[in-house]
């Protein structure tokens, strides 16, 4: 099948829209996923980032990945959305189909802004977890997982290689990190911090994601891969 516009896949933070969307690229055929996070951008910190899921994904074109630095300042919202737009009509006039994904209260909103503008983008899906999900133990494992698969290890060589850059002192469990390996707190504490914060970033995506009544929500348990991504390409077929 031809699509003639983009997708969104986007959601507030542990929402699985990215294991989502590269499922969907897959079973479509033809899709290649566009990164919407802004500290997806930044190379050398995948884990820190949260983007070491995406960057995973070898069989599938991805774009809008590793692309800055780590001095180089973040990428103004509307010129990413311009460049999230050139990128989708690149893959469309290839024959690909462009899938969207992300969470970030900046680009998020900016995307949807344009989208209104001059549509390129139909449909975006929101997910979200199910009523009763458990959201601090998702968060917990998560950053759990992330430990172990070397977190402190590739912050602390980043601070060795880049210690006066903004990305180091701007950015959360990156920030807390840091006081952990200078001893100011301790992994606990670090560990608690971190969490905290993506709770509290949880329910501004939401909130901010909430405002916009073109977005198409579905609830969505990672058990249910599957079934949330069949779903979703009959909604883009209809469409299409």
């Known amino acids: 099948m031809r ?6 896949i986007i959601g507030s933070t542990t929402s699985g829209k990215t294991k989502v969307a590269f499922e969907l690229a897959r079973r479509a055929g033809t899709g290649e996923v566009v990164n919407l996070d802004k500290m997806g951008c930044y190379k050398h910190f995948p884990i820190s980032t949260g983007a070491a899921d995406a960057l995973s994904e070898r069989d599938t074109k991805k774009h809008l990945y590793k692309i800055l630095e780590p001095n ?15 990128e989708c009509t690149q893959i469309l006039s290839g024959g690909g189909w462009p899938i969207i994904e992300g969470g970030s209260t900046a680009y998020c909103p900016a995307l949807l802004m344009a ?6 983008c139909k449909p975006i899906i929101g997910l979200r977890p199910p009523p009763g999900f458990d959201l601090r133990e998702k968060i917990s494992e998560r950053l759990a997982a992330a430990i172990t698969h070397g977190l402190i290890d590739e912050i602390r060589e980043g601070m060795s290689k ?30 608690e911090e971190i969490i905290s914060y993506f709770l509290n970033y949880a329910r501004k995506q939401t909130e901010i994601l909430s405002l916009y009544p073109e977005i198409i929500w579905m609830e969505h348990e990672p058990r249910y891969l599957s079934q949330t991504v069949e779903k979703i390409k009959a909604l883009a077929s209809e469409c299409a």
């Open 3 to 8: 699509y003639r516009t983009a997708i969104a």
């Open 115 to 120: 989208n209104r503008q001059v549509e390129f």
């Open 72 to 86: 180089q300042e973040i990428i103004p919202a509307e010129t990413f959305i311009e460049m999230v737009r050139k």
């Open 162 to 191: 880049y210690e006066r850059v903004a990305l180091l002192h701007d950015t959360p469990t990156i920030i807390q990190i840091i006081r952990y390996i200078e001893g100011r707190i301790n992994l606990e504490e670090a560990r």
